[in-house]
């Protein structure tokens, strides 16, 4: 039985579990800096991924949005990650444009989720977001360890990771 038209060969499959779950936007313009942040900052490389729009944003959504089975179903996925894989670790990156950068950095989930906020009240809502996102996984697991970055792109395109604790006011 083929299962594939063509064989591919990788390095061997290690069997190890992933040490962490990482949540962020799955926008594919961000992919290269987030996997190099991670890997070279952090020194994550082994980790679950969870790449959906608006990425950890999804578990901030309240009771009274429209979003609320969407955010119920990324809270099951992310739990799940973590007891299975018996993680330590949770790294979220939310990501949008810094204070002087373009607007076609904004994360296009934010704008759907909360069109009539303003491009600076959209980073005040992701801040806000990432705090309620980290306390509820500290919450339910406290034995993991949450960081909380945001990825700003400036107005020279420059792409920079904020720990988010140093964006409160």
């Known amino acids: 039985m083929k299962f594939f038209a063509k064989n591919y060969s990788y390095n061997k499959w290690l069997p190890d579990l992933p040490k962490a779950v990482v949540l962020?936007?799955?926008?594919?313009?961000?992919?290269?800096?987030?996997?190099?942040?991670?890997?070279?900052?952090?020194?994550?490389?082994?980790y679950d991924r969870v790449?959906?729009?608006g990425g950890p944003g999804a578990l901030a959504v309240g009771d009274q949005n429209e979003?609320?089975?969407?955010?119920?179903?990324?809270?099951?996925?992310?739990?799940?990650?973590?007891?299975a894989h018996l993680l330590k670790k949770a790294v979220l990156i939310f990501h949008g444009a810094a204070g002087d950068g373009p607007e076609a950095a904004v994360c296009g989930d934010y704008?759907?989720?909360h069109p009539d906020l303003t491009g600076v009240e959209m980073a005040k809502k992701q801040i806000e977001d990432a705090?309620?996102?980290?306390?509820?996984?500290?919450?339910?697991?406290?034995?993991?360890?949450?960081?909380?970055f945001r990825l700003a792109v400036d107005r020279q395109s420059h792409v920079q990771f904020i720990l988010i604790e140093d964006l409160v006011e």
């Open 111 to 113: 704008f759907r989720v």
């Open 131 to 148: 705090l309620a996102a980290k306390a509820k996984i500290k919450a339910a697991y406290p034995q993991v360890s949450v960081e909380v």
């Open 51 to 53: 790449f959906i729009p």
């Open 67 to 83: 979003y609320k089975s969407r955010s119920s179903q990324v809270w099951a996925e992310v739990s799940f990650m973590i007891e």
């Open 24 to 46: 962020a936007c799955s926008d594919g313009r961000i992919q290269e800096y987030q996997d190099k942040f991670l890997e070279e900052h952090l020194g994550t490389t082994n």
